[in-house]
């Protein structure tokens, strides 16, 4: 390999690393957003007819879950069997509908359906999403 050759891979694969950087820091993770929706529920699994049950948020209860969703960056998820669609928030807007499922294991994770990401959530965030889920499906 002559020395042109040699320098001109090292400056394409900088250029490829600079950009990738660049891409990195300005997009992020891609985060929550919950503009557009104006419909929540939660939903659970009725066990004596072993299906899926809604049950609608008040307007207060609603605002209150879309604030603590909204802007939330999502991570990847690659293992969404630790979460559990029998017991999830359904968001329904002009862009349609997501889901939001609760970990199986009692962690303050939230499945984004759709996406196939998910959210971490801080303590007082998930005791507040915990007590909603409470009221509504039990």
């Given amino acids: 390999m002559n ?4 320098i ?3 400056i394409a694969a900088a250029a490829v690393i600079v950009i990738g950087i660049i891409l990195f820091v300005a997009l992020g993770n891609p985060k929550v957003s919950t503009d557009g929706y104006v419909f929540a529920g939660a939903i659970s699994l009725n066990t ?5 049950t ?6 207060d209860d609603a605002d209150r879950l879309f604030a603590i969703l ?9 293992d969404t069997s630790s979460y559990d669609m029998n017991k ?13 499922c609760l970990a199986k294991d009692g962690t303050s994770n939230i499945l984004v359906y759709n996406q196939s990401t998910y959210i971490t959530l801080n303590d007082d965030e998930w005791e507040t999403i915990n007590n909603l889920y ?3 499906a039990g």
Avoid at 48 to 52: A, D, F, G, R, V
Avoid at 54 to 59: D, R, Y
Avoid at 70 to 78: A, P, Q, V
């Fill in 3 to 6: 020395r042109k050759t040699v």
């Fill in 8 to 10: 001109g891979c090292i």
């Fill in 48 to 52: 004596e007819t072993n299906e899926n």
């Fill in 54 to 59: 809604q049950k609608e948020l008040t307007s």
């Fill in 70 to 78: 909204d802007g939330k960056e999502t991570t990847r998820c690659t």
């Fill in 88 to 100: 999830s928030f359904v968001l329904d807007g002009v862009d349609g509908e997501e889901m939001f």
């Fill in 134 to 136: 409470k009221k509504y």
